[in-house]
């Protein structure tokens, strides 16, 4: 049994990350960190922990925290993470960090996206981008582990085998990214608004979404190449869920014919077939976010366009639990040695 | 480790059976009854159930059934399991009946509101109402238990404590109910349709409910009187949760004044104190939908008006789970000698 | 033609009656005022507005604005009207105020249930309570115009013939509300944020919600006598509409028993069937929000239950138009001798 | 004052083309046909008719029509138009056909497809493809104008200025869509449950959507050249609305560079600037679904993205509107020599 601390415990994240840490068996949360509800009683902030949990909101102290816990959780705002970490936490704890502060590898690229100066750029070499199902043995080793973001996990696994195995041009992907509404936080804004955001759609951040690079660096690394793309990311009216839909040039083989289904099927069934969260849907199946909802699970599918000569990538995941707090107790059971899906076996819940 | 079969898998609630059971140390699911689907594989009618399922759906023979498992749960259509049952069955299994065939002691009260001659009368008396909070001894010993109805569970552990500890009038008793539309069904009809239910709210089966005298029987054996009261269910555009607001006036004291907070807050902690799945709420705090989604739980709380003498009693839960197949779990736990939150120890999930 | 300031602008109800006034052949806008987005393009707080209005928005400026229009309305919060109005102003134009200053006859009740002093009492009396179906004749007279609530509207319409008529013990009121979000504004806040309203549905202001004393007041003069009774509003996953769904127990006949479908029909019809926006629907037919979106109607019906001798009646109405701005526009209409629908004259939404 | 007659009057389309028809003044609805509804009154299917339309539903009989009207609007499946239309048809009235029957010229494409045989391609030569910003003097002299399709309107004028005026590769066009649920009828089926489509988003008809011929026919007229390209719809839970978004390869200048913000603006200028409804958008802004709900409005922006040399350009419709209905009385009033925005002068709704 390990002790584990959440800084950031009353954003959805944060919320999710109790919900599901409440159902593993080798943990116990000894810390309830929210700046914003300090001393006041968890429940009180998200009242379906009523008779669950009796803790109160703590402090964001990192320092206190680490003599207390195995395990910190950061699910914060980017640059908390950073400005508090420091080697006499790494020595006594993990840090497992869902915001963005150790993602990207190069420092300009995060300052220049994120618009802040990274405040322990000295840890970004050793972090280990907490991908699972591409970076699994790292994982084991890290003491810092950056958790994916929610659009970044999906699209990469979406177009990861298709990268890896050459099947596509990478000058020509596309991704367009769909998401429910709790990726955009918790925090009181007339544009998140229910009736601002029901019975609406919209693309933002287009051209100029912080996920961008994060995407491009990873597929980068799969395709052994640097990557340009583009991603666009679209509010949905919904609670969680996400959906990506990307595009892609299928490269032609050596008989000037594109790869058939059977091929591409074949790649994705290489990466994953093993793989207990990456379901790769039976073919003419789209994923739907309903399907994944309440769980770890992303599923995939593509349609090949004989027309066009282009893969169309699906993925589909919950971005609160793959999308984030289940990857990170997903990364945890990596870190500590547990079984990889404890406290993860949840059955997506429909309708 | 007991086997389970379900007769009507592939409707809402026979869905909702299957994700619950999938989390169950002591069940095995052998059955998949769905007789418009038969042959088909389950995760084809459910695709959240890909590669967690791989059974087919299998016809409605409960007497096979009965050779296979130790329970069987009937989710299907009023009449079916009255017109399926017999003294063979039920010599080799356990039935738990989600529908409403065996809830209602007084045949020709079943068949005025249902509209549908009873099959097997002769089981009634024998059946237990599984309302496990209240019957809880009973259904230990019952060989047929009658699933309550999903607004009527609500409704009646709403009220209970305020019927049995006699603090209000039973005739004037109005419950005003709120539903997602999950408690309509899978059936494909205009009236549920996306664009008739999103974006719209009304009342239907006003004085005609099914569920009315169900409600009314129950809290009559509470009362230890006869009760006649409106209720009146509403369409709500969400997927899951019912929430009952529950008028009545409360009975003047010797001294002529209406009960305090913490006389009537002691009349709910009387009953529910000790209840895993029904929490009573803090004072101040309204019941809400979304606070109990994917649980077993029940919030319940009241408020006291002083200037009409009333009190306005609510609840809220999720139809699928405490309204359906939760409480068929808990009561096949109670039947079984299984612990009683086996399989029911979900967190509610927020948002 | 004359000419129209908007005090509120740009909040929901400002930015419906926005929309109501383009459509209206006798009004032109002059005024966008709207404290907090001073001296920015309208357009840019309500997008829908692009390329139809291009005026920036103004400050709060009564009695600059007393001299450039013609009739004020004011959709702001509750204080402001009263805390502006003057003599002077009521000389040279009309007041419409949306909010509640002038709505409640007792200025004691109205600073108990608002928690505000009034700064405009002198201005009470003579001020008409803006429900067009029943005080058409005062209104036609009126300088301040008091707009009445959302909730207000649709329950007093609900209940007026039965009330009027002496059809039903007044002491037994129930109202049970259900409202969409719009109807809670457009301020930045936590609860009515996406995640937090959608797939949600709870009671708030339980006995203590604001329409209450409104609602007594007016049905009290309808039936001559003091009423109190339970108002229950509840906020429901959809941005517009109301639907009330009220009980009361109908009153005896001389011979005992109590009045039928017809007696209750006739007593609806007498009130109502002459008046272009309250459709009496058809037996049997319960009102749903959808059939009114958009529009001034309002929809009501009633079943009566033979069993409790309750009538459950119900009405529904778009909070935003025959709620807020459409009522306006109907007073604004009645004050200028306008067609009394004019601009209003526009059919629901579906879907 | 002309007359009009609507077939298929009972389909999501159909009930908005009577909205519409209600507000025009040169029109009057003389015969609301619907086969599945003969003989019932018209409010029965749509109650937020009543008391505003009184007559009853009609067979399908096109030659009686044709006697009785000025104007047919067929809103019904496709090939129903073809199979009635002829010759002595269209000499009495003329025909807007909503569904796909005359919107491809080649009938090879067309059969290819729909998947079935076309009934009169003797007449695809003479109608007019009915964009009515494209093609306005054509549809003039039209006696059958071919209704485009939702996602079709949307995608060309999207679209349009970057083929007309070649800024773009046509060969790396992708349009990803997303549409509101009306767009799938109002058939009872399974998948458009509400409880199906809430909370979740999905890509559907991925590569074989009957949409692609069309916009690829159009576009290349506009591109004057044969386009391929990928359209991808996906299915939203929100009512109405539907969102393009759109990505291509920008064409090199001689000097090697891109086209600049103002270039491509220049292009949307000049197609758009004096069409009353297709609204391009400030620099910055991303048409959103719901600031055109109700109305006739298409409001399309584009971003330019230096990293990948694409630009990514947007629209946004209500498709029940400018996406079916508005365009049809759009495309009637070009017909008929009213003014073009007759009966579409429509604020949207907003919330």
């Known amino acids: ?12 994240a944060g919320g999710e990350l109790v919900r599901l840490l409440l159902g593993h068996k080798e943990v116990e949360i000894k810390w309830f960190g929210s700046r914003s509800y300090i001393d006041k009683k968890y429940y009180e902030v998200y009242q379906n922990m009523f008779q669950i949990v009796d803790a109160v909101c703590m402090d964001d102290n990192m320092e ?51 618009g802040i100066e990274h405040k322990a750029p000295q840890y970004i070499e050793e972090a280990v981008y907490g991908l699972c199902e591409i970076n699994r043995e790292d994982i084991k080793k890290a003491r810092i ?17 298709l990268v890896k195995e050459g099947l596509i041009d990478t000058d020509t992907i596309i991704i367009d990214a769909k998401s429910g509404t709790s990726g955009a936080g918790r925090g009181a804004k007339v544009s998140n608004l229910f009736c601002e955001v029901n019975e609406n759609m919209k693309a933002y951040g287009v051209t100029s979404h912080r996920h961008t ?5 990873q597929l980068g690394y799969a395709g052994n190449c640097e990557i340009t793309l583009n991603f666009t990311p679209h509010l949905v009216p919904m609670n969680r869920g996400i959906l990506a839909t990307a595009y892609a040039k299928l490269l032609k083989k ?23 969260f990456v379901r790769v849907l039976e073919k003419g199946i789209c994923p739907e976010t309903k399907w994944v909802e309440g769980s770890n699970y992303v599923d995939v599918n593509f349609v090949i366009d004989e027309r066009t000569g282009r893969v169309i990538a699906m993925g589909a995941l919950d971005n609160l639990v793959k999308g984030a707090a289940g990857q ?6 990596l870190v ?12 997506p819940m429909f309708p």
Do not use: H
């Open 213 to 217: 690079p994060e995407i491009e660096e």
């Open 145 to 161: 582990v950056a958790n994916p973001g929610c659009y970044t996990t999906c699209s990469i696994l979406t177009l990861y085998p």
């Open 328 to 333: 990170a107790v997903q990364n945890m059971n």
């Open 336 to 347: 500590f040695g547990f079984k990889e899906s404890e406290g993860l076996e949840l059955v």
């Open 254 to 276: 050596a008989d000037g014919s594109i790869p058939s289904y059977e091929e591409v099927k074949a790649a994705y069934d290489k990466y994953y077939q093993n793989e207990k």
């Open 64 to 114: 206190e925290l680490a003599d207390q816990v195995d395990v910190i959780f950061t699910a914060t705002p980017q640059g908390l993470c950073a400005s508090l970490i420091k080697e006499e936490i790494l020595k006594k704890v993990k840090v497992i960090d869902l915001s963005a502060d150790f993602r990207i590898k190069d420092v300009k690229v995060y300052e220049k996206w994120y």
């Open 1 to 12: 049994m390990i002790k584990a601390g959440i800084i950031g415990a009353t954003g959805y």
